[in-house]
């Protein structure tokens, strides 16, 4: 019975030998590197912020610009980083900027050669900063230039800011589309949580009270433009 076995194996590797080739042909030859350049539409609620600050607008309420970087490990699997940001600016007054960072774990196979259904989970580390810079003039500084010899008038710049940061995570579904292999367009929707606390927001090392936001289970859709190699 062990000849039977020691006969069968020689089959066998042959086989399973071109299907191991295959494989191996085909993970190689999929682009490890995968560069992401595009935007986002999300639904905070930021009345209590939007009203301190005026002046809000669509981009600034509900669009994220997207830098995603991810690199293949496995023949189905890319881990990598995300950041996503949002801008408030008002001239002559305060800036305020949310940025969601990520661990990305992704997942993917093809439907098509072209065509890639793939899904992803993250982490967040997230934070938001609003800051003025305020301009001013100040005696001792105009006396001691004046003492050099500058007899203009100068003014100085300061920048304040009040800070916090929360824990998250995400969750999408997306289709890739790739017009060849080291160029695609990805679309996605998905879902967002943050565990953000408005009592824990930081003033010039103090802890301070801050707008009260609601962040969490936000629906989230993305596209954007793939690079790979």
Request: charged content about 15%; some cysteine.
């Amino acid at each position: 019975m062990w000849i039977d076995k020691l006969k069968f194996m020689p089959r066998m590797n042959q086989k399973l030998f071109p299907l191991i080739l295959v494989f191996v042909a085909a993970v190689s030859g999929q682009p490890k590197l995968h560069v992401q350049l595009g935007g986002g539409y999300y639904q905070p609620t930021l009345t209590a912020l939007n009203t301190a600050l005026g002046d809000s607008s669509f981009f600034s309420n509900n669009v994220l610009l997207n830098f995603t970087a991810t690199y293949q490990v496995y023949y189905n699997t890319r881990i990598g980083f995300g950041n996503w940001n949002s801008f408030h600016s008002i001239e002559d007054s305060f800036n305020r900027r949310f940025i969601y960072r990520a661990l990305i774990v992704e997942t993917f196979f093809f439907q098509r050669n072209s065509i890639e259904f793939n899904f992803l989970l993250a982490p967040m580390w997230n934070s938001c900063k609003i800051s003025m810079d305020i301009e001013n003039e100040n005696e001792d500084w105009s006396n001691l230039l004046s003492s050099f010899g500058d007899s203009a008038s100068y003014s100085f710049k300061s920048n304040t800011a009040m800070s916090t940061s929360w824990f998250g995570f995400t969750s999408s579904i997306g289709i890739r589309y790739y017009l060849k292999s080291s160029l695609g367009l990805d679309l996605r929707i998905g879902f967002t949580n943050n565990f953000y606390d408005k009592t824990k927001w930081k003033y010039g090392g103090e802890t301070i009270t801050g707008p009260a936001l609601k962040l969490d289970a936000m629906p989230l859709f993305r596209f954007g433009v793939v690079f790979a190699k």
